[in-house]
Structures are given as structure tokens and as C-alpha cells.
């Protein structure tokens, strides 16, 4: 089982639609649960940080993090074509496995 | 510029040669981790350091690479006598701290390696 899990895609939403991405993560003992866009050919930028299970709201972006099911998601509201690019849900482990772990990404694109 | 800073952007090596990749961290920030992402795949952990030591390696390849952060100076990360599966882009990252802080990436060091 992979540590982290996203569906690669890709995902096309229409424009002004929800896009829902989802992850789970295999250590159950995680505590710090990342989102990062990545466009082609770019480094990786942070989205949002959630370490809490619910929902945490910034702008247009919700996190949702569920630690009992191990699964963390990202909704994006009002989709625009310039929010497509490859969408990455990164794990922080426990005291002794500070590492960041991602997972392959899941590509989305915004149909105008 | 207060971000990471990686340098160089593009690094171009024959088979066999040495490959330095340097890492200046976000102001402030003490951790540093280097990651690997080959083409359309996603980023593979390396190694994590903080000042002076080396926290995990486990990601690291056995042979030939090896990372170092100085107590001054930048993180660098080697790649002896380099193959053609090495050509990758390699990325830098920092944090405030060791637990819950994210991490911060530079724009990467592409390597080709012909």
C-alpha cells in the first residue's frame, strides 16, 4: 500500500464548477496534512495546511480531513482555468518520521 | 528574495561527472529536505537535514549521492560520477521547524545528464 494515494486523473471540470480532489494516507498516526499546485515545468506551491479533523476555508479552497477514515480533500469553488495544474496532498508523520510524503498528484483541468 | 534560493537553475553533465547542487533555505528556516522528481512522476523524498546533521537519509541512494548543510553556507547536494538516470528535476525545501510547519520549495535544479 502506498503512503499516500491520490487518483492521478485527470479531472475536467467546466469552469465556474466544484472540483473535489481526494487522498487517503496509509500511518495512522499523521499529523500534519498539505495541499500544493504544481504547473508544468514549476516547483511545488503550498494551497493550504489542515491539522484538525473538519473543514478549514481559505478563499475559494476547503481542506477536509477526516483522521479516522485517514483521508484528507480539496474543493475548489467557482474553478477557473487558471487553477488547472497537477494537484498534490502531502503527509507529515509522527515524531521520528518528519518527512514530507506525497502522493503522485492528480492532474486537473479547468474547461473554459 | 526571501525564498528558497537553488542554484543552478540548469545543469548540464556528461556520464561520469560530479554534479553540485546548492540550496539556500527561507530566512529563518533551519530544515532543509531535498526531493527528486523525474518526468510526469511525483516527488520522491530524499534526504532531511537540519544544521550539520543529517535527520533521514532513507530516501537517498546508497552510491554516489550525498547532502551536507554547513554550519554556514548553503545545503548541497552531490551526485558522483553521474548516469543518464540521474537527469531529473531535483528540489530544495525548508521549514521553520522540525513537527507541523510546511515546507517551502525553491524553483529546482533541472539536471541533464547526456
Known amino acids: 500500500q502506498k503512503e499516500v494515494e491520490q487518483n492521478s486523473g485527470p479531472l475536467s471540470v467546466p469552469e465556474g464548477a466544484i472540483a473535489s480532489l481526494n487522498c487517503t494516507y496509509s500511518d495512522r498516526v499523521s499529523q500534519s496534512f498539505f495541499w500544493y499546485r504544481q504547473y508544468s515545468g514549476k516547483s511545488p506551491e503550498l494551497i493550504m495546511s489542515?491539522?484538525?479533523?473538519g473543514d478549514k476555508e481559505d478563499g475559494r479552497f476547503t481542506a477536509q480531513l477526516n483522521k479516522a477514515s485517514q483521508y484528507v480533500s480539496l474543493l475548489i469553488r467557482d474553478s477557473q482555468p487558471s487553477d488547472s495544474a497537477t494537484y498534490l496532498c502531502?503527509?507529515?508523520?509522527?515524531?521520528?518520521?518528519?518527512?514530507?510524503?506525497f502522493g503522485t498528484g492528480t492532474r486537473l483541468t479547468i474547461i473554459p | 528574495n526571501a525564498g528558497v534560493m537553488q542554484n543552478p537553475r540548469h545543469l548540464v553533465r556528461r556520464r561520469g561527472q560530479e554534479a553540485r547542487l546548492r540550496c539556500s533555505p527561507m530566512k529563518g528556516h533551519s530544515h532543509v529536505y531535498w526531493y527528486r522528481q523525474l518526468p510526469e512522476e511525483g516527488l520522491k523524498f530524499m534526504v532531511y537535514?537540519?544544521?550539520?546533521?543529517?535527520?533521514?537519509e532513507s530516501g537517498m541512494p546508497k552510491e554516489r549521492f550525498s547532502a551536507e548543510f554547513p554550519k554556514e553556507g548553503p545545503s548541497i547536494l552531490r551526485i558522483q560520477q553521474v548516469v543518464r538516470g540521474d537527469s531529473a528535476a531535483y528540489f530544495c525545501?525548508?521549514?521553520?521547524?522540525?513537527?507541523?510547519?510546511?515546507?517551502?520549495f525553491g524553483n529546482g535544479t533541472r539536471l541533464t545528464v547526456t
Open positions: 537535514l537540519q544544521k550539520e546533521n543529517i535527520i533521514d
Open positions: 525545501a525548508s521549514s521553520a521547524d522540525r513537527y507541523n510547519s510546511p515546507l517551502h
Open positions: 502531502a503527509v507529515k508523520g509522527s515524531f521520528g518520521n518528519e518527512k514530507l510524503t
Open positions: 489542515i491539522y484538525s479533523n
